[in-house]
Structures are given as structure tokens and as C-alpha cells.
């Protein structure tokens, strides 16, 4: 079997970061891209120099287009984008807070997907992370839970759309990730 080249956008730290520490373990030819070099440099780093890193701002559709150029072809993407902005009770949050996580998630998987396409393996894998805030009910997550709610339905149209490529969106739960830092540690 050939090595399977794998690009994990939103690599550089949490369930990315993971991501790429246990696909190099198997075997994997890993690329982890970010928009931070020096987030980028610390992922390098704490991969043992392993994985290949790549600068991408996901949220710019020509920085995706020339990253993936870069990169070239490969089997699987893993998109493990997000923020932590959009928070907060709905009696109040800002509006601008609701438009922040479907900037930073809907819009930045949707165009680094389309991006990606063209150096995708046909019959490789499309992941997206969501969370379960898209399907739980928990109070002060309106925002993004909706977000988080549309890149789960994402997925399923994209696996009935671009088959025999995969393609699934992964919901996990609380996970100890530097994306909690917001919350107090009493919390």
C-alpha cells in the first residue's frame, strides 16, 4: 500500500495537532497548515520536524489556492478550523459576534474544501470538524452552535455530491484544547 499524504488545516494546536501526532504514528505523510508561522514553527516542532508546514489563512481564498498549490497532490484533508467567538447569551450577544464563527468556520471550510478539490484524490477523504454544540441545546451557544450545525450539514450533501470521494464532519464534545482557554479555570 502507498503512503497516504494527509493535509490538516487548523494543525498548529488542539484536535489538528492531535490529528497530525496519530496519522504520523501510522504511517501518514503529514501537512499541517495555519495561518500563524510562529504557531506553525512550535506544531513543526512538537512533531519532531516529521510533518511538513505549510503557511495558509483559510479564510483567504487565494492564500488556499496557493498553499494547496504548494503542497500538490495528496490523499486526505482534515479541516480542524474555528474560533472561540460567538459565545454568550442570545439576549445579548453581539452581532458581530454571531457572524464571527460563520467567518472563521462556515466560510474558511467551505472555501479551503473548494480549494483543495483540485489536488484532492478523487477516492481520498474530506474531514470536517464540527462540535456538538450543533446538536446540543447548551445556553449561550447560539452562534456557535449554528455554525457548528451547518458544517454538519455540509458534509452529507458533499458525500452524495463528490463521490467516491469520503466525506464526514466529526462533532467531538468537550475536549481539553487550547480552544478552552477562555474559561476560567475554576470553571
Known amino acids: 500500500m ?3 499524504r494527509t493535509v490538516i488545516v487548523g494543525g498548529t494546536s488542539g484536535i489538528g495537532l492531535a490529528t497530525a501526532e496519530k496519522l504520523l504514528g501510522s504511517g501518514h505523510d503529514v501537512t499541517i497548515a495555519g495561518r500563524s508561522a510562529e504557531r506553525l514553527e512550535q506544531a513543526a516542532k512538537r512533531l519532531d520536524g516529521k510533518a511538513r508546514a505549510v503557511a495558509m489563512d483559510a479564510a483567504d481564498p487565494a492564500s488556499a489556492k496557493g498553499a494547496f498549490a504548494s ?10 478550523l474555528g474560533g472561540n467567538i460567538g459565545a454568550g447569551p442570545f ?5 458581530a459576534d454571531v457572524r464571527r464563527p460563520f467567518e472563521d468556520k462556515v466560510f474558511a471550510h467551505f472555501a479551503t474544501a473548494q ?10 477523504s474530506l474531514t470536517f470538524l464540527s462540535a456538538v454544540s450543533g446538536q446540543a441545546a447548551m445556553p449561550g451557544t447560539a452562534a456557535l452552535g449554528a455554525a457548528n450545525a451547518a458544517i454538519a450539514a455540509l458534509a452529507p450533501i458533499l458525500a452524495v455530491e463528490l463521490k467516491p470521494l469520503r466525506v464526514n464532519a466529526v462533532s467531538p464534545g468537550v475536549i481539553d484544547t487550547p480552544w478552552w482557554r477562555f474559561v476560567p479555570d475554576d470553571a
Open 115 to 124: 480549494a483543495a478539490l483540485p489536488f484532492l484524490a478523487k477516492d481520498g
Open 91 to 95: 439576549a445579548t450577544i453581539d452581532l
Open 71 to 80: 503542497i500538490g497532490a495528496f490523499d486526505h484533508l482534515v479541516l480542524a
Open 2 to 4: 502507498s503512503i497516504q
